[in-house]
């Protein structure tokens, strides 16, 4: 899988090591960040596993593109980039806090096509879709929507580049407020549940709920760190996610 204007993090070929029946992982980031959130993850993964974080609009290489409004509409952006290289064999799906909803999102429509279905939906660190959420930010202020990413981020930043990316961040927490999922939605395929342990947003009861989105297997994993712990814990985590597909 892979394309000229996506980061493209995993793709082996890219770094000479061809593995053509890799397993792929597809990675979603976080509200306001890139593939570039994942960087990290190829050289972790090893040979046997590829990491495909397709651009979403907004950022990086396609930050003049308009941001994407809506998790749905950032599922069938990401379904597209994976129907136009074609289905890979074998894959599993990691959506991070946002990113997790457009990863329920993307399963849901994958399993409705019926062209192939995923060894594991990973959702990170965001509660289950019919989980009522938190009040969020006055996504009509400026100074309210930066104060509540700041929060959210739980780590220093550019102020410039947050103001650079005000648009992308501000129409990534309106997707998120106004997401209404389908409330009978039961995957075939099985979840895993991961949250950090000093994230004082996202806990285990938190998580709990994602058991009734599925008729797969279901469990709950924690890593060391906080909201963010993809940063801090990536090879551990990486190196479960890698496991897991071994054994689907």
Known sequence: MSGSR??????????????????????????????????????????????????????LS?????????????????????????????????????GALVAFELVRAIEERGDARPAMLHVSAHAAPHVPRRPGPDLASDASVIRHFAKLNGRPAS????????????????????????????????????HGTRDSSVGPMHLTGWRRHTRGGFRVRQHPGDHHFPLGSAKGLVAEIVRDAAVA
């Not at 003049?64 to 074609?86: E, F, N, W, Y």
């Not at 997707?175 to 995957?187: I, T």
């Open 6 to 59: 996506d980061l493209e993090l995993a793709d082996k070929r890219a770094e000479g090591g061809v593995v053509p029946h890799a397993h792929v992982l597809v990675c979603l980031p976080p509200a306001g960040a890139s593939s570039a959130y994942f960087q990290g993850w190829p050289a972790l993964a090893g040979p046997h596993m590829s990491v495909f974080a397709p651009e979403l609009p907004g950022r």
């Open 159 to 194: 102020r410039d580049l947050v103001e650079l990316m005000l648009p992308t961040i501000r129409a990534d927490l309106a997707a998120c407020a106004s997401y209404e999922p389908p409330s009978d939605v039961v995957l075939a395929t099985p979840i895993t549940a991961h």
């Open 62 to 98: 396609r930050f003049s593109d308009p941001p994407l409004t809506s998790i749905r509409a950032m599922a069938d952006h990401v379904l597209q980039k994976m129907c136009g290289h074609g289905w890979p064999a074998s894959f599993s799906v990691f959506g991070h806090s946002m």
